[in-house]
């Protein structure tokens, strides 16, 4: 709440990605309801995502879906405002009309990426983060804001914004819930990958990254 007001303030917009799966479910229900839903200053945000699995927006794992469920369809926000990736599209095709609604909605820094407020990011138990997954060929790409990748543990395509973006960032939020998450955290950070690091040890915003934790995910951190 906070951040959005203040971003607001310095620069008269609040440009966020939102993190898919099941993870913040229960975070959008919160801002769904008062404080957050009149406190927030949804009418001078915009809705990004920060990827979408290749299925309709309407369908059962479309994080859109979920997402207009849980939050959108509780707060007042111009469907102007909210840019879904057109996972209804061909993979490609959808990655490259994403390319462009950040391009054309987001501000651009010195190397010509976009830059969001904030970037919301879910943790995989295999460390990944949005849809760069361990052993995609989308962990390398650093000439597209967003890009299309199959995911072959997951037998199916996905749409991601990639490392030069998330790392773009004025913030990056890690959103870690539940006992499975345990061992991942555990991993990172203790014994950290040098030699091949995990997707997450890729993350290197210049604003560091921000975890937040529950007890059971956090069981093994001092």
Known sequence: MRLAQQC????????????????????????????YSTAIPWGKTRIFFGDERSVGPTHADS????????????????????????SELDPEEAAKAYNSVLGAYL??????????????????DDGHVASLFPDTDILTVTDKSAAAVWVKSKNTWRISITFPVINSARNVWLLVTGESKCDIVDHIFKYPSVSHPLPVEMLQPQSGVTWYLDEAAAKWLK
């Open 63 to 86: 994080n859109y879906a979920m997402a207009n469920k849980y939050l959108l369809s509780h707060i007042s926000i111009d469907p102007l405002r909210v840019h879904r990736i057109q």
């Open 107 to 124: 501000p651009l820094n010195d190397q010509n990426q976009p830059v969001f407020d904030l970037v919301l990011l879910g943790l995989g």
């Open 8 to 35: 607001v303030a310095n620069h008269g917009e609040f440009n966020i990605a939102l993190a898919g799966g099941t993870t913040p479910k229960n975070l959008f229900k919160i801002l769904a309801k008062p404080p």
